[in-house]
């Protein structure tokens, strides 16, 4: 019973700070404050850290600025020099050159020719061939879960949660395999009230407590249509496969969430290099 307790202290401590980065990502963030947040020494919170979330504090801030920089220049048109301030950089200059060292290109040139400007050609084209979609039946999976409301792009945070609370409870395997269901439509739905959940497949004799909840992920159809880049510009993926392949395609969508399996890591690869299978569910003939 104290090792159970003892797990669920240091999870409920990695939830406090991962909501206390994404709550502030447009401040300063100092590593003290986190310990702070944290209730332990700098020294050992950084370490504690690294080993349940795979990645230091450093690297969390750093990726979720830079992925919200990128989300911002590819989907706004927010001048670059105050999306590199509101990124935590104090020159234009510094910020090109790290969003060129995560990214491979700089920022002018990824709001010109990132992947997201390749959907919108084909979108515009209405090339249905232009991204490769298959059509394949899934069994239904149960899953851990950990519900998000709020920005799809910040699904990242119940993701945290999720993979600190399945290493707090010793459930994580080398190869946990990482999905996220979205359940609302974001054209028609505020921000604030989207709902979606992290989630994560597990055996149907695996017990789990609080905060993962129970969720069987539908089985049945689904168009299945690869994507390699980073998350920012999935938004134009989406609008092709809905907008272009869809309606060619001779399939009806059923009654059920769009999910996301992530094949791996941003916290490993870098973004142009992250793989996601998106998975639109369909009505069987």
Known sequence: MARQQT??????????????IYARLDEDIRAEDLAEVACLSPYHWHRIWSAMCGETLGDRVRRLRL?????????????????????????????????KEAYGQPPGKYR??????????????????????????????????VPHRGAYMQIDHAMGRLFAALTAQGIVAPDQAMAAVFFDDPDLVPVD????????PVAETLSFAAPLEEMTLRGGLYARLRYQGPYADMKGAYRWLLGVWL?????EPDDAPIFEAYLNSPQKVAPTDLITDIHLPLRAS
Do not use: W
């Open 7 to 20: 797990s669920v202290s240091y999870q409920a401590r990695a939830d406090r700070v991962t909501d206390y």
């Open 67 to 99: 992925q919200r920089a990128a989300d911002r220049l590819a989907n706004s048109d927010m001048p670059i020099a105050r999306i590199a301030e509101r990124a935590g950089y104090a020159s234009a200059d510094a910020f090109a050159r790290a969003f």
């Open 193 to 200: 009230a989207l709902r979606s959940a992290a989630i994560s």
């Open 247 to 251: 309606p060619q395609s001779g399939y």
């Open 112 to 145: 010109e020719n990132g992947s997201h400007v390749a959907f919108k050609v084909a979108a515009q084209a209405e090339d249905r061939e232009g991204f490769p979609v298959s059509v394949e039946e899934l069994p239904p999976r149960r899953c851990a879960s």
